[in-house]
Structure formats: C-alpha cells, structure tokens
C-alpha cells in the first residue's frame, strides 16, 4: 500500500473529506488530493500531525510497520 493509500484509507474511515482533512491539519485540499494520488508528498513537519490526527505512528505512515 502506498503512502497516498494509506492516508486515503484513513481519512475514508474516518469518514472525512479531504476539504475536512486540509481543514484539520492547515493545508489545502489540493495537497490532501495530490499526496493521496502520490503526486507529492507531505513536507516532513506534516507527518507527525498526520499521524497524531490518525492515531497511528510516523513508521506506520511511512510504511516500516503495519497500518
């Protein structure tokens, strides 16, 4: 699973759009769309607020440990 998946599958389960996303963590929807598309990816001061939002850690995020 890709970077981009995994963010799109949590938000999905969180029942969050990517406007609401973007919203939350002070970014435009645009970056929530291309991150989850894989265009880009998120500066590296996003993760951890990706990860606290989620509950999930940075490892998990990044693809060292299992979602």
């Not at 699973?1 to 599958?9: A, D, N, P, R």
């Not at 002070?26 to 929807?29: F, L, Y």
């Not at 509950?55 to 440990?65: E, I, P, R």
């Given at each position: 699973?890709?970077?981009?998946?995994?963010?799109?599958?949590l938000?999905?389960e969180?029942?969050?759009?990517?406007?609401?996303?973007?919203y939350q963590l002070?970014?435009?929807?645009q970056?929530?769309s291309?991150?989850e598309?894989?265009v880009?990816?998120?500066d590296?001061?996003?993760?951890p607020?990706?990860?606290?939002?989620f509950?999930?850690?940075?490892?998990?995020?990044?693809?060292?440990?299992p979602?």
């Open positions: 699973m890709t970077f981009g998946e995994k963010i799109q599958k938000r999905k969180s029942g969050l759009s990517q406007e609401e996303l973007s002070g970014v435009s929807r970056a929530i291309k991150w598309t894989g880009n990816m998120p590296i001061t996003i993760l607020l990706l990860a606290d939002y509950k999930v850690s940075t490892d998990q995020l990044l693809g060292l440990k979602l």
